[in-house]
């Protein structure tokens, strides 16, 4: 075992004990009498902020209830109905931003109902009995093809398939799942959970999984507009922006989306190797989550370098204080100005109201390793009209091209989130139904 | 998914969950947008006779008993009946019975205690097209001092009276709601099952008070520092409710008459234990009043469920099916011998079951010096107390002893077979076991 001192970039900094511990699940689920409680609390509020509050509008206080008379699996159907990814939104949604925030128990008690952990509750409850809750209607003979298998695709391809079409869905990666498999911190989606979901989602049939194909190399637009009825595509941000400052091309600098994709494909995270001194460039998700996993692998100090305060961060206080109190330093107000091999110098920022600039004075912290976590980029537009550098769509996800819609981070308008895109990839399929059938 | 569909009296609806004569349906915008919430029935707001209609206190008219959290256990109600005028009311039936031709739809009424005032009212009922009637026997406050309501309930002759003159002058099903602020349920059941009804529902509101402000020193809802008993209702009344629907159910003279049971119905378990005990639909008021029309989703999705779990294919499976294992205390087995037992992993330690045993019963948890409680079995008689006390479900339990095992409380062995107080030997009036 090395230690974490040992300077470079280096597996093994941890005993198997404390990766074990540290990867295990963020919150651990709730048991019967802990979700009795906590369902307690809940308050059946008329047209519910909670509800409001969610992308994909689950019944929060409905399913709530249903945990309370001491039927979860009603709670799930409840959940699924709406959000057919509800287990992993349970683990993985920013809820202090969107239905805890909302709840009106944040306003009375400054302690919302804990609405995730009760949502997890109530999915766990079906997913471990593997029984798909949900029936497809008749075949309607009408075929949809669906690119990309992360969040957007797999909602949109369930609702299709429930509503009687066959889809088939391809993906360019080995597994389903997308960034739930491949980019979700490891500890919010702990023993293969995405994995085991993928499989009970498609337990409702109706849906080929054809994974390995990637559009824009076998498979291209025009053909999967010929051989089907329908296109959706979910294929999500594949690319990472470049720092654009000396050095960007060092050794130690690396994209922090697959250093995650890489910790959370591994079997054996003492074989993983990451930097003594760590420093993240970005102030989203992916920069507190390759922050936190850095840690959590055995970096001896981690920091986030943010190029603006604390208000504009795109990870909540929630996230930041999980940070801190992992031991990740966040510096604001700092932007990347050049790397060295083993230390980055970073300018300190200022706005006056006409733009971000750097104030000339900078700093240096030792860095063996250098993540990029400042935003990804759409690698896929099948050749659709493209704005804001997303995919264009209006209504429920229709591009530019007949019979072609799009969902999810790839497509104008989502909030890159695991829940936008799949209630994007489920409006998607309603609309895409309401076309096929004429509705 | 089970299927909810119930016919009760030849009234079919959706689901068996249908809503209490009360404020939630005092009016058509009201009703229509509870059979869009999804009940299966409703029964109208009482109606009284033409004319101008009663009035309703200015004031407070609802007070309430809370649980932890300000959870709404029990609503107590001086309100009267509708306080719209007679053919207003008669017009919204008609048009919404049109056009919720699959949902029941009943008529409370009370009029006074006068054949004329029935035979009036009864062909403009008709006229709606509702399928069935409700006489309101059963309000406790403000009608009864007009000679109505639980005035007439009370009486088991008007009701039988009143009863028989809905027959003559009606043909469609009658339903005679009881008060439950009565001695023995079963005497106006027996009347109105004399008079004819097709069945009873029951309870109606219980005679109560509140809370009462310490400061005006006055009952509440106080209106212009006085008060007056209110009608309770709510969770808390299911108890007194449930015994009073066993009663009937269980009661050779009206075995088998159809009950609508009412009283603190909130969720799916609540209906499906009214409805084990002789129950063929349910009727709820409090719950939509504290919750919404919406509350309806939970009882419809649990009941299905649980049907599902216990293979019920509909409800006629399961109504009634608790009413044989309802006795008297004379018939209980007193051979059957049961100990509490403690789950240590499950225990946090609280204590509660030790101050409630060790203070008000037998003295039979002992605790140790780290808090480690555990049950003696030589003191317990299994009363439960501790079970009831505990914060934690499921963390005490009745174990039965098994046939042959001793007591060690009473140094007895415990007996296989069946023996009651009517056997016993400390009973001066037992006859010898064959
Ligand atoms: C590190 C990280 C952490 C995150 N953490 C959270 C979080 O905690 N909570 C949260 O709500 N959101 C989080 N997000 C955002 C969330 O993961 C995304 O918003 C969500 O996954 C978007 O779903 P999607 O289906 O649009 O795209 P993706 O999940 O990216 O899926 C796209 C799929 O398309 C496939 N694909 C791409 N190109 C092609 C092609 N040319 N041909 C075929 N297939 C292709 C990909 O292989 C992939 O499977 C995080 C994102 C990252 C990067
Ligand atoms: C405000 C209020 C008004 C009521 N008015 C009537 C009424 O007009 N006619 C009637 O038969 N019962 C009336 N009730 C009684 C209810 O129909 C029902 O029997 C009782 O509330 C018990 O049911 P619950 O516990 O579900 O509320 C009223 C109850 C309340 C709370
Ligand atoms: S806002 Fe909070 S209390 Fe109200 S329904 Fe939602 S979870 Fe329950
Ligand atoms: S059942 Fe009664 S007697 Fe036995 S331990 Fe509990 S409280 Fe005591
Ligand atoms: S009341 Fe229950 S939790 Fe408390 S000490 Fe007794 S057994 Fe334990």
Redesign the pocket.
């Known amino acids: 075992m090395t230690s974490p001192t040992a300077p470079g970039i280096v597996a093994g900094r941890l005993s198997a004990d404390l990766l074990t511990a540290g990867f295990a699940d963020l919150h651990a689920p709730l048991d019967r009498h802990e979700a009795h409680v906590a369902a307690d609390r809940c308050y059946f509020c008329y047209d519910a902020p909670c509800m409001t509050a969610c992308p994909t509008g689950i019944d929060i206080p409905l399913f709530i209830r249903q945990i309370s008379t001491g039927t979860p699996e009603a709670a799930a159907r409840t959940i699924l109905e709406s959000n057919i990814l509800g287990g992993m939104?349970a683990r993985?949604?920013?809820t202090e931003d969107l239905c805890e925030g909302a709840c009106v128990r944040e306003a009375a008690e400054g302690k919302p109902v804990e609405i995730g952990r009760l949502q997890r509750y109530a999915t766990d409850t079906v997913l471990t009995r593997q029984g798909h809750p949900f029936t497809r209607a008749a075949e309607t003979g009408k075929r949809v093809a669906v690119?990309?298998?992360?969040?957007?695709?797999?909602s949109c391809a369930h609702r299709l398939a429930m509503l009687g079409h066959a889809v088939t869905l391809?993906?360019?990666?080995p597994k389903?799942?997308?960034?739930?498999?491949?980019?979700?911190?490891a500890y919010?989606s702990t023993d293969g959970f995405a994995q085991r979901e993928v499989a009970w989602l498609l337990g409702i049939g109706g849906i080929t999984l054809d994974a390995g194909?990637?559009?824009?190399?076998e498979?291209s637009l025009d053909t999967l507009s010929d051989e089907f009825d329908a296109v959706f595509l979910?294929?999500?941000?594949?690319g990472v922006n470049a720092l654009g400052i000396d050095g960007d091309d060092h050794d130690g600098v690396r994209d922090?989306?697959s250093f995650?994709a890489e910790l959370r494909q591994s079997t054996d995270l003492s074989a993983l190797p990451v930097g003594r001194n760590v420093v993240v460039i970005g102030g989203g998700?992916?920069a507190v989550?390759?922050a936190v996993q850095s840690k959590l692998l055995g970096a001896e100090s981690v920091t986030i370098a943010y190029r603006r305060g604390r208000e504009a961060m795109g990870a909540s206080r929630y996230e930041q204080d999980l940070a801190a109190s992992h031991g990740v330093r966040i510096l604001f107000n700092v932007k990347p100005h050049a790397v060295h091999a083993d230390a980055i110098d970073l300018e300190y920022t200022s706005d006056d109201g006409t733009g971000l600039r750097g104030t000339g004075e900078t700093m240096t912290l030792s860095a063996d390793q250098v993540f990029r976590a400042i935003g990804?980029t759409l690698?896929?537009d099948g050749g659709l009209t493209v704005e804001g550098r997303k995919i264009k769509v209006t209504g429920a996800g229709r591009t530019t091209r007949d019979g072609v819609w799009a969902?999810?981070?790839?497509a104008l308008g989502?909030?890159?989130?695991?829940?936008?895109?799949v209630a994007q990839?489920r409006d998607a399929a309603l609309d895409i139904h309401a076309v096929l059938t004429g509705a | 998914m089970a299927d909810l569909t119930t016919d009760f009296l030849g009234i079919k609806s959706p689901n068996p969950f249908w809503l209490a004569s009360a404020p939630p349906t005092d009016k058509e915008y009201n009703v229509r947008r509870a059979y869009e919430a999804g009940w299966g029935g409703v029964v109208w707001k009482t109606l009284g006779s033409e004319g101008p209609p009663v009035v309703n206190v200015n004031g407070p008219r609802y007070g309430a008993i809370y649980g932890a959290d300000r959870r709404l256990l029990g609503l107590n109600n001086i309100e009267l009946i509708t306080d719209r005028p007679l053919e207003v009311n008669l017009e919204e039936i008609a048009r919404v019975k049109a056009d919720y031709p699959d949902r029941a739809l009943i008529v409370s009424l009370m009029v006074p205690c006068e054949e004329q005032a029935w035979k009036d009212i009864l062909p403009r009922v008709m006229e709606t097209n509702a399928d069935g009637i409700e006489l309101n026997f059963g309000c406790p406050h403000g009608m009864a001092e007009r000679g109505m309501g639980s005035a007439v309930g009370q009486v088991p002759e008007y009701i039988e009276m009143v009863t028989r003159w809905c027959k003559t002058y009606y043909d469609r099903p009658v339903i005679v709601k009881l008060t439950p602020n009565i001695t023995d349920v079963r005497k106006p059941a027996h009347a109105a099952k004399n008079g004819g009804a097709d069945a009873v529902s029951l309870i109606n509101t219980i005679n109560s008070i509140t809370s009462v402000n310490l400061d005006a020193m006055s009952p509440e809802p106080m209106i212009d520092g006085k008060g007056t008993h209110g009608g309770y209702c709510g969770p808390a009344v299911k108890p007194i409710a449930m015994n009073m629907v066993a009663e009937i159910a269980r009661d050779p003279g009206t075995r088998g008459m159809p009950i609508s049971g009412i009283g603190g119905v909130t969720t799916w378990r609540d209906a499906a234990e009214f409805m084990a005990l002789g129950c063929g639909n349910v009727q709820v008021c409090t719950a939509a009043m504290t919750y919404g029309f919406k509350v309806v989703a939970e009882m419809k999705s649990g009941l299905s469920q649980w049907m599902d779990e216990k293979g019920y294919t509909s409800t006629a499976d399961f109504i009634g099916k608790a009413v044989p294992n309802v006795t008297d205390w004379q018939y209980l087995n007193l051979n059957y011998v049961a100990k509490a037992k403690i789950d240590q992993d499950a225990c946090i330690s609280c204590g509660r079951c030790y101050a409630a045993c060790e203070d008000t019963s037998h003295q039979a948890i002992a605790m140790s010096a780290d808090r480690t409680f555990t049950v003696i079995d030589a003191e317990c008689v299994a009363c439960n107390l501790c079970v009831d006390v505990c914060p934690v479900e499921d963390c005490i339990t009745m174990e039965a002893m098994a046939p042959g095992t001793t007591d060690p409380r009473t140094g007895k062995v415990v007996q296989k077979d069946y023996a009651n107080w009517t056997t016993h030997p400390n009973n001066p009036g037992a006859v010898a076991a064959e």
């Not at chain 1, 391809?170 to 990666?173: S, T």
């Not at chain 1, 194909?213 to 190399?217: D, E, F, I, M, T």
């Not at chain 1, 989502?414 to 895109?421: K, P, Q, Y």
């Open positions: 939104c993985v949604c920013p690119v990309g298998a992360g969040p957007a695709g797999l391809y993906d360019a990666r389903a799942g997308g960034l739930n498999e491949y980019g979700i911190a919010k194909k990637v559009l824009g190399g498979l979910g294929v999500g941000l594949g922090a989306v995650i998700m992916t989550d390759a990804q690698t896929t969902g999810g981070d790839c989502g909030d890159d989130l695991t829940v936008t895109a990839g």
